[in-house]
C-alpha cells in the first residue's frame, strides 16, 4: 500500500530536499536514455515524479527536453525556481497530463515506490511511443560501508540497491524486458548536511517531534564516535546507483 501521507510530505522541505539531496551520475542518465532520440533530434523526456527537478536538470544537460510531471505543489514550486529550461506540470504516475505517444521517454528518480504500480504503468505506456523507454532510478546508499548502514538503520531509511532490484524489476505486461544497471559514486558532506540530508527524508517529515530527536541525538552521536567519522569536517557518503530499463511493446 502506498503511504500518500508519506509520499506527499516532502513540499515542506522542497528548498532543503533539492539542496541535499545527492544528484544522478551523468553514465546512469544516459544509459537509461540510451537509444530514445530519433536521428540527431533530442528527445522528448518525461520526468514523473519530477520533485524539484533533480533528475530533469540532468536530462536537461544531456541535450534533451525534458516535461517535469510532480504533484506536490513546493516540490513543483522549487523545481519551476531552480530549473531554467522546463516548465512542471502539476500531475501524477496514475494522471499523466499528456497526450498518448507523446513521449520517447519516461523517467523516474527516486518516486517509483510511491506508485500504484498497475495503473501508473497503464499510463505511462500510454504516454510513451511504442518502442519508448520506461526507466526508474534509485540514488541507494551503499551499505556494505558499515558506518552507512547504521545511518540508514537511524534514520529508518529502508531502500538499497537488492531490494530494488528484487522487488520492482516487473513492469507489466505492456513492457518488454527489464534491463539492470548500476553505477558508483559518492557525495562529499559535512555533518551537519548530512543531518539536512535526513531531515528530508518522509520518514522523518511524518514523525513526531520525540521520534525526530532521538534521530538527531543518534546521529549526531555516530557522526562524533564512528572511527571512520569522528573529527570529520567531511564525509564521504557512497552510493549505488540503480536504473531499471524497460522498452514499451
Known amino acids: 500500500m502506498v503511504d500518500h501521507t508519506q509520499a506527499l510530505s516532502f513540499g515542506v522541505a522542497a528548498a532543503d530536499y533539492d539542496r541535499f539531496r545527492p544528484r544522478y551520475p551523468e553514465d546512469a542518465v544516459r544509459w537509461a536514455l540510451d537509444g530514445v532520440a530519433t536521428g540527431d533530434a533530442p528527445a522528448?523526456?518525461?520526468?514523473?515524479?519530477?520533485?524539484?527537478?533533480?533528475?530533469?536538470?540532468?536530462?536537461?544537460?544531456?541535450?534533451?527536453?525534458?516535461?517535469?510531471?510532480?504533484?506536490?505543489?513546493g516540490m513543483r514550486a522549487q523545481l519551476a525556481a531552480a530549473?531554467?529550461?522546463?516548465?512542471?506540470?502539476?500531475?501524477?504516475?496514475?494522471?499523466?497530463?499528456?497526450?498518448?505517444?507523446?513521449?520517447?521517454?519516461?523517467?523516474?528518480?527516486?518516486?517509483?515506490?510511491?506508485?500504484d504500480r498497475e495503473p501508473a504503468h497503464a499510463e505511462i505506456a500510454r504516454v510513451l511511443r511504442p518502442g519508448g523507454t520506461f526507466a526508474p532510478i534509485w540514488n541507494t546508499r551503499d551499505e556494505t560501508v558499515g558506518w552507512v548502514a547504521?545511518?540508514?538503520?537511524?534514520?529508518?531509511?529502508?531502500?538499497?540497491?537488492?531490494?530494488?532490484?528484487?522487488?520492482?524489476?516487473?513492469?507489466?505486461?505492456?513492457?518488454g524486458a527489464v534491463e539492470v544497471g548500476e553505477f558508483r559514486h559518492t557525495t562529499t558532506l559535512t555533518p551537519d548536511e548530512i543531518l539536512g540530508m535526513i531531515g528530508t527524508r518522509s520518514y522523518y517529515l511524518t514523525a513526531s517531534e520525540q521520534e525526530?530527536?532521538?534521530?538527531?541525538?543518534?546521529?549526531?552521536?555516530l557522526?562524533?564516535?564512528?572511527?571512520?567519522?569522528?573529527?570529520?569536517?567531511?564525509?564521504?557518503?557512497?552510493?549505488?546507483?540503480?536504473?531499471?530499463?524497460a522498452r514499451r511493446r
Open 44 to 73: 522528448r523526456v518525461v520526468d514523473l515524479g519530477a520533485g524539484t527537478g533533480i533528475l530533469s536538470r540532468a536530462v536537461l544537460a544531456l541535450g534533451h527536453q525534458v516535461v517535469p510531471v510532480e504533484p506536490d505543489d
Open 212 to 221: 525526530r530527536e532521538t534521530v538527531d541525538r543518534e546521529l549526531r552521536d
Open 150 to 175: 547504521e545511518l540508514g538503520r537511524i534514520a529508518h531509511m529502508g531502500t538499497s540497491s537488492g531490494n530494488v532490484i528484487e522487488r520492482y524489476a516487473d513492469f507489466g505486461p505492456a513492457f
Open 83 to 115: 530549473t531554467p529550461g522546463s516548465t512542471p506540470l502539476a500531475g501524477s504516475a496514475e494522471a499523466v497530463p499528456l497526450p498518448d505517444g507523446s513521449a520517447d521517454a519516461v523517467l523516474v528518480g527516486q518516486a517509483y515506490h510511491w506508485f
Open 223 to 245: 557522526l562524533a564516535t564512528h572511527p571512520d567519522l569522528a573529527g570529520r569536517t567531511t564525509v564521504e557518503l557512497p552510493y549505488r546507483t540503480v536504473v531499471l530499463r
